[in-house]
């Protein structure tokens, strides 16, 4: 597990340095067999190293490290232990922010306007989860009724979260979810924007499934 919780604080930097988290706020995991290595609560990303980065089991205790997980571990371990990816990919890692852009309109919609094709990267569509309150299981039970045939949500009144088979995959998830976000947003204050139909998402998401080099 040591160079995957290197990779988990490595993310976390890159979160902060990335603007998708200010201070504290955001979390990653990565999951190896039953184990799922996590970021602490309140510690500040700039200083996190990988012996900060505490591991627990799928049933939340800690088995490894002397800090406390995130207080959102809620969210992560319902992913893995329940969330399935629409193309039967094996979730490995989460990302959670709160994202400028994708925080606001989770405060304005239900679900992300179809303003660009690459939404399809999270799936047919993208819902914003009913707002729960921080770290409890009921918003852990908001989420995956949002995830549904989905690699990703926004939350309503709080950010985002994507999950993917490697961190590469949903850190990458995330920072598309974003910038999707911010395209809608400033579109919305020049205008009416123009959204894809239904139909058109849907061939998206059934052309990138073979996007991309193999092997």
């Known amino acids: ?36 290595a996590v970021t602490p609560t309140g510690v500040d990303y700039a200083t996190l190293g990988a012996s900060d980065i505490p591991v627990v089991s799928l049933d ?27 193309d039967g990919a094996p979730i490995t890692a989460v ?10 309109v989770s405060t304005l919609v239900d679900e992300v306007p179809a303003v660009h094709y690459a939404g399809a990267l999270i799936g047919p569509s993208v819902k914003v989860a009913p707002y729960a309150t921080y770290g409890s299981e009921e918003l852990a039970e908001s989420m995956l ?8 949500c926004l939350l309503a009144n709080h950010g985002t979260i ?13 920072r598309q979810l974003e910038w999707l976000c911010q395209v809608w947003l400033t579109a919305r204050a020049a205008g009416t924007p123009r959204l ?18 193999k092997g």
């Open 60 to 86: 939340g205790t800690v088995v490894h490290g002397t800090l406390k997980p995130t207080s959102e571990l809620p969210m992560h371990l319902a992913l893995y232990r329940t969330a399935v990816d629409p």
């Open 162 to 174: 994507t999950f993917g088979s490697s961190l590469a995959d949903a850190y990458g998830r995330t």
């Open 1 to 36: 597990m040591g160079q995957l919780r290197a990779e988990i604080s490595d993310y976390a930097r890159r979160m902060a340095a990335d603007g998708l988290v200010v201070g504290t706020s955001g979390n990653v995991s990565a999951r190896r067999g039953d184990l799922v």
């Open 95 to 104: 990302v959670h922010t709160h994202a400028l852009h994708a925080t606001a």
């Open 145 to 152: 009724g949002a995830l549904a045939g989905r690699r990703g």
């Open 196 to 213: 894809l139909p239904p139909e058109e998402i849907e061939r998206v998401v059934v052309k990138l499934r073979g996007y991309g080099q």
